[in-house]
T-cell receptor
Framework: DGGITQSPKYLFRKEGQNVTLSCEQN?????MYWYRQDPGQGLRLIYY???????QKGDIAEGYSVSREKKESFPLTVTSAQKNPTAFYLC????????????FGPGTRLTVT | AQSVTQLGSHVSVSEGALVLLRCNYS??????LFWYVQYPNQGLQLLLK??????LVKGINGFEAEFKKSETSFHLTKPSAHMSDAAEYFC?????????????FGIGTKLQVIP
């Protein structure tokens, strides 16, 4: 089965701790994305990557970091600098061809207290 | 800059009634448009997409959408609502800039289906 996996489904952390969210895809897609979803705000782009070892900031990158060491993997670290990290995080991937739809993982709900 | 406006953050319909979810877009180039559905605590699933081939686009689960350039709209419809249609629906527009595909999502419309 091809798809995108995100783990864990639910994550709880104490304020001040960094936390890493996993995203893996076996769709052979070049592009991968991280979005943050908050009620009433839709999806906001955090980071994206089009090729291995390259990534770009999205609209709300402050307090987040990513890496792209393998085509299949695009982990997101939520750092202690992120002022309001509690949210639902979605990873997506797409072919690099122009304007294809994105394929989404099941999401990780992060709660920081 | 592209943008998407979804009118109505919450829509309620009776089971068996017409579903109409509104989406208006703004784009500097001919747009590619998408509708996604999200069930609680899950990721987004593509319902349908418009890529300029045909203005009336049919998707999964009986949904369809019509692209109207003169109205800059891409409204989602389904003739008869089922209980299983209760979910959140997102309209999105895609542009390419700097070699990167930027997708802008609307804020979403939660559909409630009343038995």
């Amino acid at each position: 089965d091809g798809g995108i996996t995100q783990s864990p489904k639910y994550l709880f952390r104490k304020e001040g701790q960094n936390v890493t969210l996993s995203c893996e895809q076996n769709l052979n897609h070049d592009a991968m994305y991280w979005y943050r979803q908050d009620p009433g705000q839709g999806l906001r782009l955090i980071y994206y990557s089009q090729i291995v070892n390259d990534f770009q900031k999205g609209d709300i990158a402050e307090g987040y970091s990513v890496s792209r060491e393998k085509k299949e993997s695009f982990p997101l670290t939520v750092t202690s600098a992120q002022k309001n990290p509690t949210a639902f995080y979605l990873c997506a991937s797409s072919p690099i061809r122009e304007r294809n739809e994105q394929y989404f993982g099941p999401g990780t709900r992060l709660t920081v207290t | 800059a592209q943008s998407v406006t979804q009118l109505g953050s919450h829509v309620s319909v009776s089971e068996g009634a017409l579903v109409l979810l509104r989406c208006n877009y703004s784009s500097s180039v001919p747009p590619y448009l998408f509708w996604y559905v999200q069930y609680p605590n899950q990721g987004l699933q593509l319902l349908l997409k418009y890529t300029s081939a045909a203005t009336l686009v049919k998707g999964i689960n009986g949904f369809e959408a019509e692209f109207k350039k003169s109205e800059t709209s891409f409204h989602l419809t389904k003739p008869s609502a089922h209980m299983s249609d209760a979910a959140e629906y997102f309209c999105a527009v895609s542009e390419v800039g700097g070699g990167y595909q930027k997708v802008t999502f609307g804020i979403g419309t939660k559909l409630q289906v009343i038995p």
